[in-house]
T-cell receptor
Framework: QQPVQSPQAVILREGEDAVINCSSS?????VHWYRQKHGEAPVFLMI?????EQKGHEKISASFNEKKQQSSLYLTASQLSYSGTYFC???????????FGAGTQVVVTP | DGGITQSPKYLFRKEGQNVTLSCEQN?????MYWYRQDPGQGLRLIYY???????QKGDIAEGYSVSREKKESFPLTVTSAQKNPTAFYLC?????????????FGPGTRLTVL
């Protein structure tokens, strides 16, 4: 079963913050976050492993609540370059079957 | 440079014809994946392979077939049994580590069936 992402879309002004959530009904080994620009392939942002990790990439950070099987991606002080569709991906072991959420479209305006 | 290549970038076929999409990687990754993406939607897993000569069905395998005869190659055939094959197809590869399996994507093939 695919992970569920929310919200489906968010519009921000440059400098504002946003949170994207990803939840799964299955026990997870890892949560990945990717960003896709229109017409391009997804680009890896970060991996979080079970154990309640929190990681960061520039002003984008994420957390993973293993007990709730949820992850959140935090866009802080958003920049125009943050626009795109963000996908969470989940795996139940260190490799093998991997599933993506439906995506959250982020639009950052000047 | 290491990476994943997919060819062609755009592909047009007539309804009822089988078509094979190419995916090659020189990253020495063990695992390879095929995803389908429809407009405004997420990535859905078609097939994946963890080792040579072995592959597993994903969530939407019906109407598709794959082979994994070489570590570097994982071609996908879209058969005439696939009812709605027009989509953007993405191939990915990963290596299993204790830090997880970051997926590296190819540039994708946009298939249009006329």
């Amino acid at each position: 079963q695919q992970p569920v992402q929310s919200p489906q879309a968010v519009i921000l002004r440059e400098g504002e913050d946003a949170v994207i959530n990803c939840s799964s009904s299955k026990a997870l080994y890892s949560v990945h976050w990717y960003r896709q620009k229109h017409g391009e392939a997804p680009v890896f942002l970060m991996i979080l492993l079970k154990g309640g990790e929190q990681k960061g990439h520039e002003k984008i950070s994420a957390s993973f609540n293993e007990k709730k099987q949820q992850s959140s991606l935090y866009l802080t002080a958003s920049q125009l370059s943050y626009s795109g569709t963000y996908f969470c991906g989940t795996g139940s072991d260190s490799w093998g079957k991997f599933q993506f959420g439906a995506g959250t479209q982020v639009v950052v305006t000047p | 440079d290491g990476g994943i290549t997919q060819s062609p970038k755009y592909l047009f076929r007539k309804e009822g014809q089988n078509v094979t999409l190419s995916c090659e990687q020189n990253l020495n990754h063990d695992a390879m994946y095929w995803y389908r993406q429809d407009p405004g939607q997420g990535l859905r897993l078609i097939y994946y392979s963890q080792i040579v000569n072995d592959f597993q069905k994903g969530d939407i395998a019906e109407g598709y077939s794959v082979s994994r005869e070489k570590k570097e190659s994982f071609p996908l055939t879209v058969t005439s049994a696939q009812k709605n094959p027009t989509a953007f197809y993405l191939c990915a590869s990963s290596i299993a580590t204790s830090r997880g399996n970051e997926q590296f994507f190819g540039p994708g093939t946009r298939l249009t069936v006329l």
